[in-house]
């Protein structure tokens, strides 16, 4: 029996131009030729101006991976934009998403703030959380890092009210995992126990403050995306790019 594969794509930051459309697309082909995929997370920053017509060309991209595709916004979309041109609920609230990825549950959590480009998980977020069975595994989806990533530009704009997230997770017996965007860059971390793992952009890459020689943001760099194997409650990730 096979387990479980799980894609994140993250800031596609689809613009109208030609660049940041044919990264997507390249992207979109390669989790096209996957001998198989069972879900595609896309951790936000859909849109680079939150246009209705950015959503639907991204949404008319992604829609051709044989996978549900399940999005949440970043400091850089509009969410009425948003849910109208990705097709999903009108509403005004936080666009927070539930799904399953084989015996997991999977949350994608709005930590966009209309307005600001920090980010922040709301009561309502953190309360699908608490709600999720402490004893299943869990993976939560937000756009906004809630910790340092020595990355001046990253850090000065990360989500701010960790402690409420660590609250929320604390009482879990079950593996949590944490899957963020927001940074450009693939890393990896731990935040309050569990781990945290940074899915890379397709638009562009963003260098460390300290590495002078990756650049401080790259547009010729590949696009990249994150590749999840949930085998039983154990995660383990495999980076790639287009």
């Given at each position: ?12 930051h ?19 030729s ?32 044989e996978?549900p ?14 849910r ?12 927070d ?5 084989g ?19 709301t ?10 069975a ?39 017996t079950a ?14 971390t ?10 890379p952009a ?5 260098g ?9 943001l ?7 995306f ?7 409650d154990?995660?383990t ?6």
């Amino acid at each position: 029996m096979s387990v479980p594969l799980l894609a994140q794509v993250s800031d596609t930051h689809i613009d109208g131009g030609e660049r940041c459309t044919q990264r997507l697309r390249d992207v979109v082909e390669r989790l096209r030729s996957l001998d198989r995929l069972d879900l595609v997370v896309v951790t936000g920053d859909v849109a680079d101006h939150g246009e209705p017509q950015e959503y639907a060309l991204a949404r008319r991209l992604l829609e051709r991976v044989e996978a549900p595709v399940h999005w949440l916004p970043g400091n850089h979309d509009e969410r009425s934009a948003f849910r109208a041109g990705l097709g999903l609920p009108a509403g005004d609230g936080p666009i927070d998403q539930e799904t399953m990825l084989g015996e997991a549950s999977v949350l994608m959590l709005d930590s966009s703030v209309p307005g600001e480009d920090g980010g922040w998980l709301t009561d309502s977020s953190l309360d699908r959380v608490r709600a999720t069975a402490p004893d299943r595994t869990l993976l939560v989806c937000f756009h906004h890092p809630p910790v340092l990533l020595h990355s001046a530009l990253v850090d000065s704009i990360r989500q701010d009210g960790q402690e409420r997230l660590a609250d929320a997770i604390a009482a879990r017996t079950a593996p949590t995992y944490l899957l963020a965007g927001h940074a450009h860059v693939a890393a990896a971390t731990t935040f309050a126990g569990a781990p945290l793992i940074i899915g890379p952009a397709t638009a562009t890459r963003l260098g460390p403050d300290w590495d002078p020689g990756a650049g401080v943001l790259s547009f010729d760099e590949p696009p990249g995306f994150a590749l999840h194997v949930l085998d039983g409650d154990r995660l383990t990730t495999h980076y790639r790019v287009a």
